[in-house]
């Protein structure tokens, strides 16, 4: 009896424990606000890297582009400037113009170098250029 009574009284213990405890609410979240993302349209590319558009350094890292607010060091050593100056790995300054474009690992590539690039396709597509092809015989 002596132990049936011990038994009750612990688990009546227990039980008691259990919905004793209160239920806490979890803190509100607060508010934060959202960084910034700038959607670039009309022909430049979405490709992680950076660009200068509209007088404004455009950075995209794995999709999110932002705007470049302070100086930028990539891993080759190439340093960006929120005024579009670069230093290259080398130590050579280029100021970047509308349109250019700095990959990730440090590569330039100007305005003057796509149009070049896309002349010399359009040539090759039309046959007026000056490109010999083998023929097979």
Not at 14 to 22: C, E, K, S, V
Not at 34 to 50: I, Q
Not at 52 to 75: H, N, S, Y
Not at 103 to 113: F, H, P, Q, V, Y
Request: net charge positive; aromatic share 2%.
């Amino acid at each position: 009896m002596k132990l049936r009574f011990s038994f009750l009284l612990t688990l009546g213990l227990a039980l008691a424990g259990f919905t004793a405890q209160a239920q806490t609410k979890v803190a509100p979240r607060r508010a934060v606000a959202p960084k910034e993302k700038v959607v670039v349209r009309e022909g430049v590319t979405m490709k992680d890297g950076v660009v200068m558009k509209e007088g404004k350094v455009l950075f995209t890292r794995q999709g999110m582009t932002t705007t470049l607010a302070e100086p930028t060091t990539l891993t080759n050593g190439t340093k960006i400037n929120a005024d579009g100056s670069v230093t290259m790995a080398d130590g050579s300054t280029v100021m970047m113009k509308e349109g250019d474009m700095l990959s990730l690992s440090g590569r330039l590539t100007t305005t003057a170098m796509k149009a070049e690039q896309d002349s010399l396709m359009a040539m090759s597509k039309n046959g007026k250029g000056k490109m010999k092809m083998k023929r097979k015989n």
